[in-house]
């Protein structure tokens, strides 16, 4: 396939088939450090992943905690070095997987996955159905690389039920009147969100974080920890978006359109609708 010219992953990262035959990878960043440049900003951190009990500020006015394993409905790390299934951490019974070609480069946590599409989509990751059924409200976070220089319109995830109903997110989005990240909804058919961020630019080859915050008071963009579009009052909850039957990380429900190129990292969805600290604390776990 085109390489578009630039540096896919690491220089160490496995081919992962969907009939799930690849090699091993090196799964460099395995530990959690909080902060830049060695300051933690004041965060404190007990373990890494996979038994990180509490990250917490303290000050004068009080103090404000997160648990990143509590409240979670699905937790996909990417740290499998080989084969098709991508592991639920929350529920085995709702695993995803990844169909056509995954690499499996280093990672903001761990490893992460790598996504090649020429065009069209010929590699993705396929979420199971239903992970917002029944929640009034929802965060979902997840870090990306984009490493596109020409794949405006192509989606990081989306999720869908048919053709009325879907949540989706672009990182390099182009409208008449608006340009860059770009989270959208439609419910019924008709759009219920609708939020455009132009920094900052998620096509610089760098680690992103992106996070919704969904509830009934608002919907909340946040990228790299910080506020970038806000909602009010939406009129839909995610539990009204079905059954999310085709959820995907790296496409949209459109053979035809274009397709993510890039990495993706540890994505999480929570049942609750998490503060603005605890969602710059969610930032600082990397």
């Known amino acids: 396939m085109p390489s578009e010219g630039e540096v896919f992953g690491s220089a160490g990262a496995q081919p992962v088939g969907a009939a799930g035959s690849a090699a091993s990878a090196d799964a460099q960043g395995g530990s959690a450090t909080l902060g830049d440049g060695g300051s933690n900003d004041g965060v404190t951190e007990s373990a890494g992943r996979g038994g990180v009990p509490n990250l917490g500020t303290s000050g004068s006015s009080g103090s404000s905690e997160l648990d990143p394993n ?12 080989s084969g098709a299934v991508i592991a639920n951490a929350k529920d085995s019974t ?16 761990g490893l992460a996955v790598g996504i090649r599409n020429n065009v069209g989509p010929s590699a993705w990751i396929e979420l199971p159905a239903g992970i917002f059924a029944g929640h009034s409200a929802i965060t979902l976070s997840v870090w990306l690389r984009d490493l596109s220089t020409t794949r405006s319109e192509a989606p990081l995830f989306h999720f869908g039920s048919g053709l009325k109903e879907a949540l989706y997110f672009t990182p390099d989005d182009r409208s008449s009147q608006n340009s860059g990240a770009h989270l959208a909804g439609v419910h019924a ?3 219920f969100v609708e939020l455009w961020s132009g920094r900052p ?13 969904w509830s009934s008071a608002n919907i909340k963009l946040y990228i790299d920890g910080d506020r970038v579009g806000n909602n009010q009052s939406p009129s839909v909850l995610p539990s009204q978006l079905g059954s999310s039957s085709s959820s995907y990380l790296g496409r949209g429900p459109d053979d035809a359109s274009l397709a993510f190129f890039g990495e993706i990292d540890d994505l999480r969805v929570y049942d609750r609708a998490l503060s603005a600290t605890q969602i710059a604390l969610l930032y600082k776990l990397r």
């Open 201 to 213: 630019d998620l096509t610089d080859k760098a680690w992103h974080q992106v996070v919704v915050s």
């Open 94 to 109: 709702k695993n995803a997987k990844c169909v056509g070609t995954c690499t499996r480069p280093s990672g903001q946590l």
């Open 70 to 81: 509590t409240d979670l409905v699905a937790h996909f790390t990417f740290d499998e070095p």
């Open 189 to 191: 058919g008709t759009s």
